[in-house]
């Protein structure tokens, strides 16, 4: 099986611009989850679709936003980037959701505002 | 809320010494506790589970709800274990929000 993909791998944006990250999850996954990783603020925990629904949602500005559509693919996007916004985006998916659900990271893409 | 603590930011072990990484947390429910790694070039992957009380790569993790502690141990560590761990709390019914420790970066030495 494949695994998650993300594109694109790397984003170079100015400040102002707006972004859209592609995921794309585990054939047969319904959870998809999206993390920032920063160096000063480690892993944070952005928000979780299942079944087009998003179903929780981290301490983040509404400048993030994202969807998940019905082959289970999401995006994110920012819109109005900030410096602070430069991170690795990681996206997980998993089956459920559940306790016997494990999440599957793919390898990020790697966002610099400047 | 919940905090996950990981005070070790880097952890230098020789080969064939045992390691133990150390992970606290606060939560006054029943959590679900995880341990991630992520070697060098590679994407981050689940280790263990505590609802799974399983060893994975020699690796052992217990939860002490007395002590909020879920620590990973390995009695002897191998050089390929070098990597970065991640320590993750997930709530009762909380889908797919982990909240994960700092990490601590593990380089086992010949």
């Given at each position: 099986?494949?695994?998650?993909?993300?594109?694109?791998?790397?984003?170079?944006?100015?400040?102002?611009?707006?972004?859209?990250?592609?995921?794309?999850?585990?054939?047969?996954?319904?959870?998809?989850?999206?993390?920032?990783?920063?160096?000063?603020?480690?892993?944070?925990?952005?928000?979780?679709?299942?079944?087009?629904?998003?179903?929780?949602?981290?301490?983040?500005?509404?400048?993030?936003?994202?969807?998940?559509?019905?082959?289970?693919?999401?995006?994110?996007?920012?819109?109005?980037?900030?410096?602070?916004?430069?991170?690795?985006?990681?996206?997980?998916?998993?089956?459920?959701?559940?306790?016997?659900?494990?999440?599957?990271?793919?390898?990020?893409?790697?966002?610099?505002?400047? | 809320?919940?905090?996950v603590t990981q005070p070790e930011k880097l952890l230098s072990v020789?080969?064939?010494?045992?390691?133990?990484?150390?992970?606290?947390?606060?939560?006054?429910?029943?959590?679900?506790?995880?341990?991630?790694?992520q070697y060098s070039r590679q994407r981050l992957q689940l280790l263990?589970?505590?609802?799974?009380?399983?060893?994975?790569?020699?690796?052992?993790?217990?939860?002490?709800?007395?002590?909020?502690?879920?620590?990973?141990?390995?009695?002897?560590?191998?050089?390929?274990?070098?990597?970065?761990?991640?320590?993750?709390?997930?709530?009762?019914?909380?889908?797919?929000?982990?909240?994960?420790?700092?990490?601590?970066?593990?380089?086992?030495?010949?």
């Amino acid at each position: 099986k494949a695994g998650v993909t993300q594109t694109p791998r790397y984003l170079i944006k100015t400040r102002g611009q707006q972004v859209t990250l592609s995921c794309s999850p585990i054939s047969g996954h319904r959870s998809v989850s999206w993390y920032q990783q920063t160096p000063g603020q480690g892993l944070q925990f952005l928000f979780e679709y299942f079944s087009e629904t998003q179903r929780n949602k981290g301490n983040f500005p509404g400048r993030f936003s994202g969807r998940q559509f019905s082959n289970s693919r999401s995006e994110m996007n920012v819109s109005t980037l900030e410096l602070g916004d430069s991170a690795l985006y990681l996206c997980a998916s998993s089956l459920e959701g559940g306790r016997d659900s494990p999440l599957h990271f793919g390898n990020g893409t790697r966002l610099t505002v400047t | 809320a919940q905090r996950v603590t990981q005070p070790e930011k880097l952890l230098s072990v020789f080969k064939g010494a045992p390691v133990e990484l150390k992970c606290n947390y606060s939560y006054s429910g029943s959590p679900e506790l995880f341990w991630y790694v992520q070697y060098s070039r590679q994407r981050l992957q689940l280790l263990l589970r505590h609802i799974s009380r399983e060893s994975i790569k020699g690796f052992t993790a217990d939860l002490n709800k007395g002590e909020t502690s879920f620590h990973l141990k390995k009695p002897f560590a191998q050089e390929e274990d070098s990597a970065m761990y991640y320590c993750a709390l997930r709530l009762t019914g909380g889908g797919n929000k982990l909240t994960f420790g700092t990490g601590t970066q593990l380089k086992v030495e010949l």
